[in-house]
């Protein structure tokens, strides 16, 4: 297929004064934010889906994306023509990474063999596109919600066939995951979770769950793929209720199941916020317990209560997003990958680019004052002295465990009436505008 996005090079930094919406007014892949490259801190992502195969459907209305690439004649030829664009877009905006689930870059055939088929041509031809390139793969899952075989769930389902259809989607997802060199692999389960409870044995459901990440990763450590394991929380949407519900849920699933050594989390905007989170809740949640894997970059909408994933353009969101991650020290091997989609009505080829442009600039720019805040200790410091009690006396007592309650009713018994200091909420979010405003 020849050239797609025409009238589009390579997309460049032209700085904050520049109005072309074609350029970067704050994504500079080559600047250094302390000791790396914004390059190498934002380790940023195209997700296929959104882009390439979604077509702007919603539940009232058809599909309005321009999308020369899904014009072709069968399936198949559509996937490679979508491939090949995809690629273009890419090297045209400068992202390093892309992620994809199994059926939105190659079409389901009659059956699982001829499925696997298609797979393995289209992805022979990302691999060569991936060479020429440059481009690598952050992550790669499969689609185990859109078919209605997936119906009562894929792992979690009441039906062993649907289990074992499942174990051999992922264990081909993760062979081309493998072959692509992808460097973490998301379980994200949609479909595992339950509509009522009065259909629904949740224990075994747990239990098969976890029976099956045991599979992947026995079967990721027999072929070899050293890539880092993700699950991605989110409480509902499309299920009801979902196992994997937020970070806390699934750290104590991991670690009921003695997967924590296995496993990662992949923190997603839009899905904190479902779960009644901020985003840096879940992202300060993970990052605290040692989880904090990888991110899907996107944003809801507060005056709507479903995951809209629309492209992060929030300052405020993007500099606390990566002022947890700076604290991570990275995110490496995982990145942020838009999980974001542009709105059905912008259905232009070219707002693929203003849409991603806007969510590289607003990262960018984030990562660049969460650096200055973070350099400047302010936030720290005043925590560190909000529990500045439990560095002496009976406070250390406590936090070295040799208190016990008889010990603390003594101490109680003898203190005078206890003070309290002002949190000072207003004070910091002051300091954080200070910030954001100077850039
Ligand atoms: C759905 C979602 C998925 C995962 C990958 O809300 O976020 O696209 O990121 O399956
Ligand atoms: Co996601």
């Known amino acids: 297929m020849s050239e797609v996005f025409k009238g589009v090079s390579r997309i460049k930094y032209e700085g904050p004064e520049s109005k072309n919406p074609l350029a970067f007014k704050h994504y500079n892949p080559e600047e250094l934010v302390g000791d790396k490259t914004m390059e190498d801190h934002l380790r940023f992502s195209v997700a296929y889906w959104h882009t390439f195969t979604g077509q702007g459907v919603d539940p009232f209305g058809a599909g309005t994306m321009n999308r020369p690439w899904d014009q072709a004649s069968d399936p198949l030829s559509a996937a490679k023509e979508r491939m090949v664009a995809a690629f273009e877009f890419m090297s045209k905006l400068g992202v390093p990474y892309f992620c994809f689930h199994d059926r939105d870059i190659a079409p389901e055939g009659a059956n699982l063999r001829e499925t696997n088929k298609n797979l393995d041509v289209i992805v022979d031809l990302a691999k060569q596109l991936m060479k020429e390139t440059g481009i690598k793969l ?42 692509l060199g992808g460097e973490n692999y998301v379980f994200w389960g949609g479909r595992e979770g339950y509509e009522t409870l009065l259909n629904t044995d949740m224990k075994l459901e747990l239990d ?24 991605e929380p989110k409480p509902k949407e499309p299920t009801k209720h979902q196992y994997d519900f937020d970070a806390a849920s699934v750290h104590a699933f991991l670690q009921k199941y003695d997967l924590d050594k296995h496993f990662k989390l992949n923190i997603e905007a839009n899905h904190a916020t479902l779960a009644g989170h901020t985003f840096q809740h879940e992202l300060h949640y993970a990052r605290i317990n040692g989880l904090l894997g990888s991110v899907d970059a996107n944003q809801g909408d507060t005056l709507l209560g479903w995951d809209t994933d629309q492209m992060p353009t929030d300052l405020y969101t993007t500099t606390l997003t990566m002022y947890e991650i700076l604290k991570n020290g990275g995110l490496a091997p995982g990145g942020l990958n838009f999980d974001a989609k542009v709105r059905r009505g912008s259905f232009e080829l070219n707002d693929l680019f203003y849409g991603h442009i806007a969510g590289m600039d607003a990262f960018a720019y984030g990562l660049k004052v969460a650096h200055k805040l973070l350099q400047s200790g302010e936030l720290e410091q005043f925590i560190e002295e909000r529990y500045a009690s439990y560095r002496s006396g009976i406070g250390k007592q406590i936090v070295d465990g040799t208190a016990d309650f008889k010990q603390l009713e003594a101490y109680a018994l003898e203190l005078p009436e206890v003070t309290n200091q002002s949190g000072r909420q207003e004070v910091l979010e002051t300091i954080i505008n200070r910030y954001l405003i100077q850039g």
Not at 213 to 220: F, G, K, N, P, S
């Open 208 to 231: 098969n769950f976890a029976r099956f990440l045991h599979m992947a990763v026995d079967y990721a450590k027999e072929i070899g793929f050293t890539g880092q394991f993700l699950i």
């Open 138 to 179: 952050l992550w790669g899952t499969a689609n185990l919600f859109t078919h209605p075989r997936y119906v009562h769930g894929a792992a979690t389902s009441c039906n062993a066939d649907v289990f074992a259809y499942a174990a051999a989607q992922v264990k081909k997802a993760l062979e081309i995951t493998k072959e």
